[in-house]
């Protein structure tokens, strides 16, 4: 009984230390767990380079140089659009004022309150609401520096981890455990291969939305359909909660800025297609794979991560969970947590798997049965 309280005790002394480190060391682990799954992603590319003659150095800011091209490019394409978006806000204010004068009309006939008492309500609860947008924008402006820092900072990382990458290697091989190196080598492939298979069909299938988004947009008529999509798409990165999320402000946008409801209900409709097409075709197709996670630990994992972290963990934790199975499932004594938060039904394809050993000429063997 002794023994196992010890056990209990040290357990949540553990949870409770790593917890307070995860919280309190948000601003260098952030970027730093951001720049080891991009360098993960891009040694295959530095890898080939390499082998094409180049200095490692120069390889290294090539991989570099894409991913800043990729992330400029995303930048660029929101900052246009909002800009569009904000020479229109004129309209959209005075759509946004009918619907309110309906919503006060119906408001008067259907709870017998009048006109005046609404606008009196309302003017009461937005009194400070200048104050309040003051406050947001200067959020929005601090936050945006801070982006930039911090993805300046994660571009550095991720060259400083891709130039000494067989150093890193070296240093994971001694330090973690295994009957054979083979082993511990496989082991440190399979979580690279899981970071590649992570952010890759992430990727993939946030640009298929992206295409879907816009294609349904501008058929159906609604304005700045490339932000609308844009930003939509970007939100499915975040599990479960973010298709709900991409599918407001575009329901909200084409509500406002439309003469009758019905874009909205179109919109509102093709969303929900395409983000079942997603779930059971497009991410299964690319992402099926080496680890899965039960749909709790993610659950879990994603509030967890939004605690500690916001938007950042709720996007990380999912493959450092993945990561987390990976090492419990090699580990004597801790096969029984990977049990725990795994899944090992059967996933439809290993097609990103396959897609990387064509591209890069390289694999991990897969687990055998």
Not at 102 to 117: L, P
Request: with cysteine; hydrophobic share 55%; net charge positive.
């Amino acid at each position: 009984m002794k023994g196992q309280l010890l056990k209990i005790n040290q357990a949540l002394i553990f949870f409770v230390l790593l917890t307070v480190v995860l919280f309190y060391g948000q601003p260098l682990l952030v970027p730093l767990f951001f720049a080891i799954l991009l360098a993960m992603l891009m040694a295959p590319v530095c890898r080939r380079l390499d082998k094409r003659g180049l200095h490692r150095a120069v390889s290294c800011l090539i991989c570099v140089f894409i991913l800043l091209v990729v992330f400029l490019s995303m930048l660029g394409i929101m900052v246009g659009q909002v800009s569009s978006f904000v020479s229109e806000m004129s309209e959209v204010e005075l759509r946004a004022s009918e619907l309110l004068l309906s919503a006060q009309g119906y408001i008067e006939k259907r709870f017998n309150i009048s006109m005046a008492e609404q606008t009196a309500f309302i003017q009461k609860e937005t009194q400070n609401l200048g104050e309040s947008l003051r406050g947001y924008l200067s959020g929005v402006l601090r936050s945006t520096i801070q982006l930039l820092v911090g993805l300046i900072i994660t571009l550095v990382i991720t060259f400083l981890l891709l130039f000494h990458k067989e150093k890193y290697n070296a240093f994971f091989l001694k330090i973690t455990r295994g009957d054979t190196e083979e082993k511990r080598a496989a082991m440190l492939d399979r979580i690279s291969l899981v970071a590649q298979n992570y952010l890759v069909g992430r990727a993939i299938s946030i640009i298929v939305l992206f295409v879907l988004y816009v294609l349904a947009l501008i058929i159906i008529g609604v304005d700045n359909a490339l932000l609308l999509g844009a930003v939509a798409a970007l939100f499915n990165i975040i599990p479960y909660l973010g298709p709900i999320l991409a599918a407001v402000f575009p329901v909200l946008v084409a509500l406002v800025s439309e003469p009758t409801v019905q874009p909205a209900i179109w919109v509102l409709i093709s969303f929900c297609l395409f983000q079942a097409l997603d779930n059971y075709f497009v991410t299964p197709y690319f992402l099926g794979g080496e680890v899965s996670l039960s749909a709790l630990s993610t659950i879990v994992g994603m509030i967890v991560g939004g605690f500690l972290w916001g938007v950042a963990g709720m996007i990380l934790f999912i493959p450092m969970l993945s990561i987390a199975k990976i090492v419990f499932d090699h580990v004597p004594g801790l096969e029984p947590y990977g049990e725990l938060i795994g899944d090992e039904g059967e996933r439809p394809t290993k097609n990103i798997n396959a897609w990387l050993r064509r591209v890069f000429g390289r694999g991990v063997k897969e687990k055998k049965s």
